[in-house]
């Protein structure tokens, strides 16, 4: 009898057994390494298939080997884990990959994993926080308290989710993200959003989305 491990699907672990792998991925920033499956790789990217045509790095085995450039063991992960979800795909996307898989997604042209972040998006509130939540600190217009330097702050925060929004035109999350401004912020806190954003710019045409939406009047 074959051993159960055997049905194991690929995993970030090389010592584990992978059946039937014909590909591996290797990330150029770190050395980490995936085997996968050409044939999944195809189905979920355009970029992929076109690759494939004209790989010739196999080994001894024949299997096939795919440097990435600019990636890591995490982009790895994320890739295997959208791929193959052995648990729900929603677990596989968080607040601080999120952008790195749409980006990943654009670059290979997996519009599969670009809807699925833009539905893990709508689906999780803490992905939006609301600006009615705004901190006192950033309501009164002051600096964020020392210490708090290195961590994304609300305003930081919904800034990256509308620039990511307009971005990859993630038009019903875009609408979503207008529409919490609309009904929590006031013109004093849409300031200190731009204020204290470190440096994000707003694209002139999400600025005049959010001004044209207006502003509570509830600070």
């Known amino acids: 009898m074959a051993d159960p491990a055997t049905l194991l699907l690929p995993t970030m672990n090389s010592d584990a057994p992978v059946p039937f792998s014909d590909m591996t991925l290797v990330a150029k920033d770190d050395g980490a390494t995936a085997k996968v499956h050409r044939g999944v ?4 990217s355009r970029i992929f298939r076109e690759i494939f045509s004209s790989c010739q790095t196999t080994d001894a085995a024949g299997v096939f080997t795919m440097p990435l450039a600019n990636k890591t063991k995490q982009d790895l992960e994320s890739l295997v884990s959208f791929m193959y979800p052995r648990a729900s795909r929603r677990k596989q996307f ?10 990943m997604g654009r670059e290979y042209d997996m519009a599969g994993l670009t809807a699925k972040a833009a539905e893990w998006l709508l689906s999780n509130a803490e992905a939006v926080p609301s600006p009615v939540n705004v901190p006192g600190w950033l309501k009164g217009g002051g600096p964020p308290p020392w210490g708090r330097n290195e961590e994304e702050n609300i305003a930081e925060r919904f800034v990256r989710m509308l620039l990511l929004a307009d971005e990859y035109k993630l038009d019903v999350f875009y609408e979503r993200c207008l529409k919490e401004w609309q ?34 009047c509830k600070y």
């Open 41 to 44: 790789l195809a189905a979920h």
């Open 94 to 103: 968080t607040i601080q990959n999120i952008q790195r898989l749409l980006e």
């Open 183 to 216: 009904t929590n912020l006031t013109f004093n806190a849409f300031l200190n959003v731009l204020k204290h954003g470190r440096g994000r710019r707003l694209p002139a045409n999400v600025l005049c989305d959010l001004i044209n939406g207006g502003f509570s």
